[in-house]
């Protein structure tokens, strides 16, 4: 038998004992012995899953969270609205009632301006009414003022009591005009000083001597010989008047 020097094509592979009587190859038991690797992919799989259905449920919320603040914006603008709406009525009746309160002053106004121009023509007829005369002597010229009263008028009574020294009242006529009676006059200051405050009164009469209404007029600081006209007045048509004085301080 020749002996070879060539080596074998291929190493026998070790063997080690297997269980029992059987010889494995040590490849093969390495194998098995080895630890299998986990599915990398499928738990990646889940995990981005995961990322996106919590993705997916953020956002419903924010668009619902979203929703549900317009509605209640949506609300609130429209309750706002019709509170501006009631608001805008009540300021519409009330500029509407003052325009008509308006107009009907202005109309009063005009009366009571037309009413006084009358009473002042009348009483600068008045004061017309005084004579002044002029007195000539050989010697001396004097003049002096000699004031000529008209009597008071019909169913005009003057009252005085108590002031007969302070006042003198003249010339007092019951007079109608737009609808108002007015009691007229002069008062003149015979106290010699100054009245800081006067108020006369007037009443107004019917025929039957019935009381239908009252009024009154004053002056301040009225200087001592000074005249006043006064105009005494209500919304009345009286056939008769009573003139008395109420205060004088």
């Not at 009413?115 to 002597?137: D, H, I, M, P």
């Not at 006529?173 to 015979?190: C, E, F, K």
Request: glycine share 8%; hydrophobic share 45%.
């Amino acid at each position: 038998m020749r002996a070879t020097l060539e080596a074998p094509s291929r190493a026998p592979d070790p063997m080690i004992p297997g269980m029992g009587l059987i010889m494995v190859q040590r490849d093969l038991y390495e194998q098995e012995l080895a630890p299998v690797p986990a599915p990398k992919r499928r738990r990646r799989t889940r995990r981005t899953l995961a990322s996106r259905a919590f993705a997916w449920a953020t956002a419903l919320l924010l668009v619902a969270a979203a929703a549900g603040a317009a509605a209640v914006g949506i609300a609130d603008a429209r309750g706002d609205a019709d509170r501006l709406a009631a608001e805008l009525a009540i300021l519409r009746a009330e500029a509407s009632s003052a325009t008509e309160a308006a107009a009907m002053a202005a109309g009063q106004s005009e009366r009571i301006r037309e009413r006084l121009e009358v009473l002042q023509a009348r009483y600068a007829k008045l004061e017309a009414s005084k004579v002044r005369t002029v007195v000539e002597t050989e010697t001396v010229t004097v003049t002096e003022t000699v004031v000529r009263w008209v009597p008071n008028g019909k169913d005009v009574s003057v009252e005085l009591t108590g002031f007969e020294s302070l006042i003198g009242i003249h010339d007092v006529q019951l007079t109608h005009q737009y609808g108002y009676s007015d009691l007229i006059g002069i008062a003149v200051n015979r106290s010699g000083e100054v009245i800081s405050y006067a108020q006369l009164g007037c009443s107004f009469l019917d025929e039957d001597g019935r009381l239908l209404a009252s009024g009154i007029d004053n002056k301040q600081d009225w200087r001592p010989g000074q005249s006043w006209g006064f105009v005494c007045s209500a919304d009345v048509d009286a056939t008769g008047g009573i003139l008395r004085v109420d205060e004088l301080s």
